[in-house]
């Protein structure tokens, strides 16, 4: 049987290159596309024709979560690997408790990083059943870790992190007793385009950041327990 994924945010960065490594090797994969126009994901379609499958998909909304799983549906039987991989943060949400915080930015920020993710696996539950893998990786940050926070800002990307960490909890909670698992990851500080603009000051280009997750991936078994394993790029464990 074809191994199947679908991995969100898609368009550029992390996302792009966990879409480029599935397919090198042999899978199938779903490409949640939020641009429009994407040259990245055109040019890897072009070489992977028969293998890439571009999505719309603003995981921020219901309607298109729907209309991308039904899409899906009618082309796969199953889906064996899903990455929650998109995800914003937002300038507004630099300030600290000592001034007036956006509440209407953090609500943003969770309605996409925590519960897009969520409105992915959710309706996309029903062909990851139908697999014998059934795992879900979801992209945390270390910022979604309560013991090792020494931050004072950001208090709605950090919230969004650790909201989408308890979720991952829940969801393996659940199908570690089906013969699946859920997988977090701190994909380290990463070169990407989150706030609109691409960060030249991290340390971890996407494409070193996705070779090493989806590495670990490989070897999912092995972190199975009975909490989600939390890792960095170098599979230490992250206490919650």
Not at 38 to 46: A, F, G, I, Q, R
Not at 75 to 98: F, Q
Request: proline share 2%; hydrophobic share 40%; glycine share 8%.
């Amino acid at each position: 049987m074809k191994k199947v994924a679908c991995v969100t945010g898609a368009d550029r960065g992390l996302g792009f290159y966990i879409s480029q490594w599935l397919l090198e090797h042999d899978y199938t994969v779903f490409a949640g596309q939020y641009m429009e126009q994407s040259e990245e994901l055109n040019t890897l379609k072009e070489k992977f024709p028969k293998q890439l499958e571009l999505v719309p998909l603003d995981i921020g909304s219901d309607d298109s979560v729907k209309h991308a799983a039904r899409l899906i549906a009618g082309k796969t039987s199953h889906v064996d690997l899903i990455v929650n991989n998109a995800g914003i943060i937002h300038k507004n949400d630099d300030a600290t408790m000592l001034v007036e915080l956006d509440y209407e930015v953090m609500g943003q920020l969770y309605n996409v990083n925590t519960l897009g993710a969520l409105r992915v696996s959710n309706a996309l539950m029903g062909l990851l059943l139908q697999s014998s893998q059934k795992l879900i990786v979801n992209i945390s940050s270390e910022a979604g870790s309560i013991s090792r926070n020494q931050r004072i800002n950001m208090y709605g990307y950090c919230m969004s992190k650790s909201a989408l960490n308890m979720q991952s909890s829940l969801m393996h909670n659940h199908l570690k007793g089906m013969g699946g698992q859920v997988m977090v990851f701190h994909p380290g500080w990463l070169q990407t385009y989150m706030s609109g603009q691409k960060n030249e000051e991290a340390t971890t280009s996407p494409e070193e950041s996705a070779g090493k997750i989806m590495m670990l991936v490989q070897d999912a078994q092995k972190f199975l327990g009975e909490e989600p394993a939390y890792l960095d790029l170098e599979g230490n464990q992250w206490p919650w």
